[in-house]
């Protein structure tokens, strides 16, 4: 993407754009009418893919990712885009073609004055890097779980992955600083009466769009909050003695979509699945079927209103 271009280039772009997209001319036409090259008509219509202003997609009526995504919708009651991947891809090639989907998915729930929730994760970090900027007025991007450990403070990782999301569409980011985990529940409680802590809740708790993955010990790509030092050896074998298949934003849950009785919620620090549930649009990001598990479980617990997922795991959740 061009986060470089200028007002005057975006401008020629919008204009070239249109007359090529719009009105049908060929490249040599639109290069007299605006007295330059039909290279530089290219580099203009490449310019308005990057910003935004021009935004393409593909929908066939025999496309197999839409047969797909009309099954996710009437099984699951979720918005599916499937991204087509060949099967033999690296996971991290997945990874990539799957948050590109992503960040043009955005472009359609995107709008002025919203609150929009984003976890941090792999996946919302590969997401975060191809985002299409988009010009957003009053909107603000709030962290929705601590990412601080033992190891580091995660602060860095965390508000870079927010950062971007609030350079790409002209926001502001709030940064949660606490612990992805608290050592004690009675800490928690204390620390959610102060009112620094209340104004980040009170924002989750207003939000009209929320970003996340599922988070899974399995998973090919490494989740985070599993490889980065946050759960230690007993509190992973506790988590698949209680059935836990998965998290979103480092709230667990098992197969069925339950979260109660699992102790390690208590200490978390991410939204309860009950204030999820409560936000008008919420987007699922997922690539491998080594997820499979916990996409299943978020499913269930009815966390998912739109869904970016990869062709195999599609295949594989509706099988």
Avoid at 56 to 84: D, G, K, Y
Avoid at 170 to 184: L, T, W
Wanted: with cysteine.
């Amino acid at each position: 993407m061009d986060h470089a271009a200028d007002p005057a280039t975006v401008a020629r772009a919008l204009t070239a754009a249109h007359l090529y997209y719009v009105q049908d001319r060929t490249m040599e036409a639109i290069a007299r009418e605006l007295g330059t090259s039909r290279s530089t008509v290219s580099r203009l219509l490449t310019t308005a893919r990057a910003t935004g202003i021009v935004d393409i997609r593909i929908r066939s009526p025999f496309a197999a990712p839409q047969r797909l995504e009309e099954r996710l919708a009437e099984r699951f009651a979720v918005t599916a885009q499937v991204v087509p991947v060949p099967d033999d891809a690296s996971e991290v090639d997945r990874l990539q073609r799957v948050s590109i989907a992503a960040g043009h998915a955005l472009l359609d729930l995107l709008h002025d004055d919203m609150t929009v929730g984003v976890a941090w994760g792999s996946t919302t970090d590969a997401v975060s890097r191809h985002l299409v900027p988009k010009s957003v007025r009053g909107t603000t991007f709030v962290q929705l779980n601590g990412s601080g450990n033992t190891h580091t403070t995660g602060l860095l990782y965390a508000s870079e992955i927010l950062s971007r999301f609030a350079t790409a569409y002209g926001g502001s980011a709030q940064q949660f600083p606490v612990p992805a985990f608290f050592d004690d529940p009675r800490t928690r409680e204390a620390m959610w009466r102060e009112r620094s802590t209340r104004r980040i809740l009170d924002m989750q708790s207003d939000m009209d769009l929320v970003v996340f993955s599922t988070g899974s010990a399995g998973s090919r790509v490494p989740s985070h909050v599993y490889s980065g030092g946050y759960l230690e050896a007993h509190e992973l074998e506790e988590l698949a003695r209680q059935g836990v298949v998965g998290d979103i934003a480092t709230v667990f849950f098992r197969a069925d979509g339950s979260s109660d009785g699992i102790a390690l919620n208590d200490r978390a620090t991410g939204p309860g699945l009950d204030v999820l549930r409560r936000v008008p649009r919420r987007l699922c990001i997922v690539s491998g079927a080594s997820k499979l598990a916990s996409l299943r479980g978020a499913l269930a617990a009815r966390t998912v209103t739109d869904l970016v997922l990869d062709e195999a795991t599609a295949r594989a959740l509706v099988d």
